[in-house]
């Protein structure tokens, strides 16, 4: 009876230990998900350039219609729009107009400008996996870039390389090495074990899949 209770005990605390593990992964998994988000909105490029003249404009617009539209309402217009000019030119023209159909085509490229400065640019940084939300952690895209040219040049055998980041979803390396040998065996795949390698001690956000474009030597 006594075997009985401790063996029963003992599967129970196992259990718990079992329950207990798999929350702490869990928790520590959605800490590093909230890390990730965290740093890349934190290294998110803010088009500022963009922007800001944008705005500017959207402002400076806006504002003297407003002020064109209140002048008018107590009698005495300011002056700033051409209303008159403006609605004469309008009655004149039809929707068939090439003038109609050019300014249509003008607005509506600007538009889909606009949208495409919307978009999030490329971020010169790449973000780096971490835990803790309150921190962003990220290697500029130059640095990761000689990091893992030297990771390439360490190699035996390669006399030059060159490293290409590439994939704004899915991250991808390109290795390009030019061998001193005449017969480099499988020296291609020795650079690529060498950058996954140098990749993994980094420990980036988004794993990148490494591809190696060997050139061999020519006397």
């Known amino acids: ?58 402002t400076v617009t806006g504002g003297a219609g407003a002020v064109e539209v209140l002048s008018r309402l107590i009698g005495h217009p300011a002056g700033l729009v051409p209303v008159e000019r403006l609605s004469a030119v309008l009655r004149q023209t039809t929707w068939g107009d090439p003038r109609a159909l050019a300014v249509a085509g003008a607005l509506a490229a600007l538009g889909l400008a606009l949208l495409a400065a919307a978009l999030p640019g490329r971020s010169r940084v790449v973000v780096m996996d971490g835990a803790d939300p309150s921190l962003a952690a990220g290697i500029a895209r130059a640095d990761l870039r000689r990091a893992l040219v030297r990771a390439a040049l360490e190699v035996p055998g390669v006399a030059r390389a ?58």
Do not use: K, Q, W
């Open 1 to 58: 009876m006594i075997d009985t209770l401790v063996t029963r005990r003992s599967v129970g605390t196992a259990g718990t230990t079992a329950t207990t593990d798999r929350a702490g992964t869990r928790e520590l998994r959605r800490a590093r998900r909230r890390a990730r988000r965290g740093a890349a909105e934190e290294f998110r490029s803010s088009r500022a350039a963009v922007g800001v003249p944008t705005a500017l404009a959207v």
């Open 162 to 219: 060159g490293v290409r980041l590439r994939g704004p979803f899915r991250r991808r390396v390109t290795v390009r090495a030019t061998s001193r040998y005449r017969n480099p065996g499988n020296l291609a795949e020795l650079v690529r074990i060498a950058v996954a390698c140098r990749l993994d001690h980094l420990d980036l956000a988004r794993a990148a899949a490494v591809g190696v474009r060997l050139r061999r030597r020519r006397d």
